[in-house]
């Protein structure tokens, strides 16, 4: 028996937040106390240096959630997908 | 009038003449096309290359929600957009807007406002790679262009 | 920079994407082409074809020196304003403007500008040949042209 | 010797204006006693039913002298080309 119960969810990254982690996406188990995006990006952080590095000014990472855009006040409930980038600069 | 939405992410070049031509003959109430298109710049020399990132699905995604929207606050007869991503160099084309209407501000107004949510909410990112060879940086996003998308709300 | 100011009054049709063309041909650090171009309409298969009169000489000057004002105030690497006139056909061009600049907002803005104040300051009239045959009535300016104009004024 | 000083002036008319006149261009001499365009448009609203009926609303018909826009209390000293045109259709 687990004590503590996990979601598996899968993580993307884009630009220097992929560089920064090293990885452009990976398959996570996430402790269900982690309700918000961003406690799943404060959660990422203690996950080692690289991850430290990459949400280092939380504010700046923007997320989406199964490709839409949220908020970091999201709820991570039924999340499939969970994008973390830099804020866009296309067009 | 149900109009002819056309949304293309693609890493080839894109023909700006053949698609403005297109939207330009959707029927004889066509008065108006406007098109916007915008360049890799070698920002006076200092850069050799553009990389453009993208998010697949997401990015057609966003397009096509602004472009639907775009089609619902102004009567058109066409919106063409197509993005580019991958590596690009000074004078390729990256993104190309294309709308077509009876009215002049109606075709205006959408491709502005289709650049301006573009720019903020379509998932691309550009990587600078420098004249002198060097690996460049992440271009910063710019907070004038959130206050230009902010213009159009109502 | 010293733009490439080009305006033509012709009445030959145009080719936009050759002009279009030319203007994002200056420089590697164009980034960003608008153009506009206006039609000839059928307006629901009313009409058979409009007539431009215009006023020699004055034309030239009045869109010169819109021209001119916009190259004041946005930086541009070239405009380019052709205005027809003489008999046209639903689908055929009567206008077209294409500005190059570095930034969008530039050449979106002068583009705009240049239209808004084509519309209310250059000498030109629209006959309507209609398609029932019957010569028509020379076309009505709108008060929304003028609301148009003044938007940037100062 | 002449009661009435006049000096010559090119007149050209457009569009609808030019239809109603039913001339293109004139040469006229206009009295001393004109001032202002839009007392130019009042002298030639005298002239005939054409001149009269193209003037008949002063204020919609729009002005130029020399090929530059003019408001109807424009002094016309000086002035060798008179315009006169309905509110411009371009673009």
Same mark, same amino acid.
């Given at each position: 028996?687990? /004590? !503590?119960?996990?979601?598996?969810?899968?993580?993307?990254?884009?630009?220097?937040?992929?560089?920064?982690?090293?990885? /452009?996406?990976?398959?996570?188990?996430?402790?269900?106390?982690?309700?918000?995006?961003?406690?799943?990006?404060?959660?990422?952080?203690?996950?080692?240096?690289?991850?430290?590095?990459?949400?280092?000014?939380?504010? !700046?990472?923007?997320?989406?959630?199964?490709?839409?855009?949220?908020?970091?006040?999201?709820?991570?409930?039924?999340?499939?997908? !969970?994008?973390?980038?830099?804020?866009?600069?296309?067009? | 009038? *149900?109009?002819?939405?056309?949304?293309?992410?693609?890493?080839?070049?894109?023909?700006? #003449?053949?698609?403005?031509?297109?939207?330009?003959?959707?029927?004889?109430?066509?008065?108006?096309?406007?098109?916007?298109?915008?360049?890799?710049?070698?920002?006076?020399?200092?850069?050799?290359?553009?990389?453009?990132?993208?998010?697949?699905?997401? #990015?057609?995604?966003?397009?096509?929600?602004? %472009?639907?929207?775009?089609? *619902?606050?102004?009567?058109?007869?066409?919106?063409?957009?197509?993005?580019?991503?991958? $590596?690009?160099?000074?004078?390729?084309?990256?993104?190309?807007?294309? *709308? @077509?209407?009876?009215?002049?501000? @109606?075709?205006?107004? @959408?491709?502005?406002?289709?650049?301006?949510?573009?720019?903020?909410?379509?998932?691309?990112? $550009? $990587?600078?790679?420098? @004249?002198?060879?060097?690996?460049?940086?992440? %271009?910063?996003? $710019?907070?004038?262009?959130?206050?230009? #998308?902010?213009?159009?709300?109502?």
């Amino acid at each position: 028996m687990w /004590s !503590i119960s996990m979601s598996e969810l899968k993580l993307v990254y884009f630009a220097w937040v992929r560089e920064r982690v090293g990885l /452009s996406e990976e398959r996570v188990s996430v402790p269900d106390s982690v309700l918000t995006v961003a406690e799943l990006a404060g959660w990422l952080q203690t996950r080692g240096e690289e991850y430290a590095y990459a949400f280092e000014n939380p504010a !700046i990472v923007r997320a989406a959630i199964n490709r839409k855009h949220v908020k970091p006040d999201a709820s991570i409930a039924g999340a499939s997908e !969970i994008a973390f980038f830099p804020p866009m600069t296309g067009g | 009038m *149900t109009p002819r939405l056309t949304i293309r992410i693609q890493s080839e070049p894109f023909d700006a #003449a053949a698609e403005i031509e297109a939207l330009s003959r959707l029927g004889e109430d066509v008065g108006a096309v406007t098109s916007f298109t915008g360049f890799c710049r070698s920002e006076g020399g200092r850069l050799a290359a553009l990389e453009l990132e993208h998010y697949p699905g997401m #990015a057609d995604d966003e397009i096509g929600s602004v %472009v639907t929207e775009a089609s *619902t606050r102004w009567p058109l007869f066409g919106v063409t957009v197509i993005h580019r991503h991958g $590596k690009m160099e000074p004078g390729d084309g990256i993104v190309l807007v294309v *709308t @077509a209407s009876s009215h002049r501000t @109606a075709s205006f107004d @959408a491709a502005n406002f289709i650049m301006d949510y573009l720019k903020t909410r379509a998932p691309f990112w $550009k $990587k600078e790679y420098r @004249a002198d060879g060097t690996s460049g940086d992440w %271009v910063d996003a $710019k907070s004038v262009d959130d206050a230009l #998308a902010e213009r159009w709300k109502v």
